[in-house]
């Protein structure tokens, strides 16, 4: 079992920073695939990015592309999402998600969900 605590969230203005961290335990971080999803309100939810075990591949969604980054810290068991430029489009609760076998975008891909974090961008 697997399990995935974010934190980072908050209120930031239209063209601000804010950084995500998904820490994991329960098991190795470093043998799981992470992935970041975001629902807003109302939406559906969608794929944001992702990173492979080892680090070496990482996926973004054509939205965040150039504004977000992942990365991971296995010796700290950590994922983060470092996020500028942020728009108020990017308004949504943030999920950290993992898994041992998938690296896909396709949320059902994923068996281990963390609580999410609330990102709120005023204009």
């Known amino acids: 079992q697997v399990q995935l605590v974010e934190s980072g969230g908050g209120l930031v203005q239209a063209g601000g920073s804010l950084r995500l961290s998904c820490a994991a335990s329960?098991?190795?971080?470093?043998?799981?695939?992470m992935a970041w999803f975001r629902q807003a309100l109302g939406k559906e939810r969608e794929f944001v990015s992702a990173?492979?075990?080892?680090?070496?591949?990482?996926m973004y969604a054509d939205s965040v592309k150039g504004r977000f980054t992942i990365s991971r810290d296995n010796a700290k068991n950590t994922v983060y999402l470092q996020m500028n430029s942020l728009k108020p489009e990017d308004t949504a609760v943030y999920y950290c998600?993992?898994?041992?076998?998938?690296?896909?975008?396709?949320?059902?891909?994923?068996?281990?969900w963390g609580q999410g974090t609330q990102v709120t961008v005023s204009s």
């Open positions: 998600a993992a898994s041992t076998v998938s690296y896909s975008r396709s949320p059902g891909m994923y068996p281990y």
């Open positions: 329960g098991r190795t971080s470093s043998t799981l695939n």
């Open positions: 990173i492979q075990w080892s680090g070496d591949s990482t």
